[in-house]
């Protein structure tokens, strides 16, 4: 039997929530836990993905020429990349206007839960940063932390700095290290396909 490609079945399964979502309406908030668990078993694994699998490239590379321009292209492909997603976001917003078949009572709770989180992201977005503490802020004070609360830009500039550092060390020393980093690379992406299955 002939398998199903893989962005086949994400788009099945798009279509499929959809249809739940129409035909139960509140109800299917009771298998709402399933996606949830979804997203979170992606999410878990995007930050070491990025990190071991950018250490890897950098490191393979063995040319600092060559490391200049796969970062200048990786912080150009992270910053279009996410342009597109607040663009998408933005229009699917915009055209399917969520929210707009509450009820008044409905409305008003949402209102009075979440009005003082919506106010504090408004006014954070507001307060635009300088170019100067945006480049200040990629170079993480904690690079756990940084890893912990998602901050990719400072996991990106980290893997680069230790993929560049691991061409300069003896390769005696730095050998074990990227093979610890490709069977945990490997790891992540058996993660990842299992996930998608």
């Known amino acids: 039997m002939k398998k199903i490609?893989?962005?086949?079945?994400?788009f099945i399964g798009l279509f499929l929530g959809v249809i739940i979502g129409l035909v139960f309406g509140p109800k299917a908030k009771n298998i709402e836990f399933i996606g949830t668990i979804f997203i979170r078993l992606i999410t878990m694994v995007v930050v070491p993905l990025v990190f071991f699998s950018l250490t890897l490239g950098t490191a393979s590379l063995g040319d600092i020429k060559k490391l200049g321009r796969i970062g200048i292209k990786t912080f150009?492909?992270?910053?279009l990349t996410t342009a597109i997603a607040i663009i998408i976001g933005?229009?699917?917003?915009?055209?399917?206007?969520?929210?707009?078949?509450?009820?008044?009572?409905v409305k008003q709770?949402?209102?009075k839960n979440y009005q003082q989180t919506a106010q504090a992201k408004i006014s954070a977005a507001q307060e635009k940063p300088s170019l100067i503490s945006v480049l200040v802020n990629i170079v993480p004070t904690n690079?756990?932390?940084?890893?912990?609360?998602?901050?990719?830009?400072?996991?990106?500039?980290?893997?680069?700095?230790?993929?560049?550092?691991?061409?300069?060390?003896?390769?005696q020393k730095s050998k074990p290290i990227l093979q610890f980093f490709e069977g945990v690379n490997e790891t992540i992406l058996q993660v990842v396909n299992l996930v998608m299955k």
Not at 5 to 10: E, Y
Request: net charge negative.
């Open 5 to 10: 490609p893989l962005h086949t079945k994400i």
């Open 76 to 79: 150009i492909y992270f910053t």
């Open 90 to 105: 933005l229009l699917a917003a915009n055209l399917l206007k969520p929210g707009t078949g509450l009820n008044e009572q």
């Open 109 to 111: 709770e949402l209102f």
């Open 143 to 171: 690079p756990l932390k940084a890893m912990a609360e998602g901050e990719m830009l400072s996991v990106i500039f980290l893997a680069l700095i230790f993929g560049l550092c691991l061409t300069l060390i003896d390769t």
